[in-house]
């Protein structure tokens, strides 16, 4: 069974930056697909970044530029680093991975691993 944790999450000023981490504990294979998912209130959910290694990954089109994530494949860990936050960007973000080889660009599922969210608040 996979457990993922996440941490990070906080109230920032607009411009500002926040680093997220999720933990995962568990079996988790290297070439498994991890990431983050947000939704706000009264939203979908939505893709924020997914990644397998530094040179495949994949992101929602308003974060492009501003969010970049990373995994520690020894630490079984991975990082979003969110800059020039903005207040739409206000959401609860879960940590996300994949159950199964579906490919970096597949939708997520309900039966996929996910962590319970932090809390992300930008401040206008």
């Known amino acids: 069974q996979v457990q993922l944790v996440e941490s990070g999450g906080g109230l920032v000023q607009a411009g500002g930056s926040l680093r997220l981490s999720c933990e995962a504990s568990?079996?988790?294979?290297?070439?498994?697909?991890m990431g983050w998912y947000r939704q706000a209130p009264g939203k979908q959910r939505e893709l924020v970044a997914t990644?397998?290694?530094?040179?495949?990954?994949n992101s929602g089109d308003s974060m492009r530029g501003r969010f970049t994530i990373s995994r520690d494949i020894a630490k079984n860990t991975i990082y979003l680093q969110m800059d020039t936050l903005k207040p739409e960007d206000t959401a609860v973000y879960y940590c996300?991975?994949?159950?199964?080889?579906?490919?970096?660009?597949?939708?997520?599922?309900?039966?996929?691993?996910w962590g319970k969210g932090t809390q992300v608040t930008v401040s206008s």
């Open positions: 996300h991975a994949q159950r199964g080889s579906r490919g970096l660009f597949a939708p997520p599922s309900e039966h996929d691993y």
């Open positions: 568990g079996t988790i294979n290297n070439d498994t697909v």
């Open positions: 990644i397998v290694s530094s040179d495949r990954t």
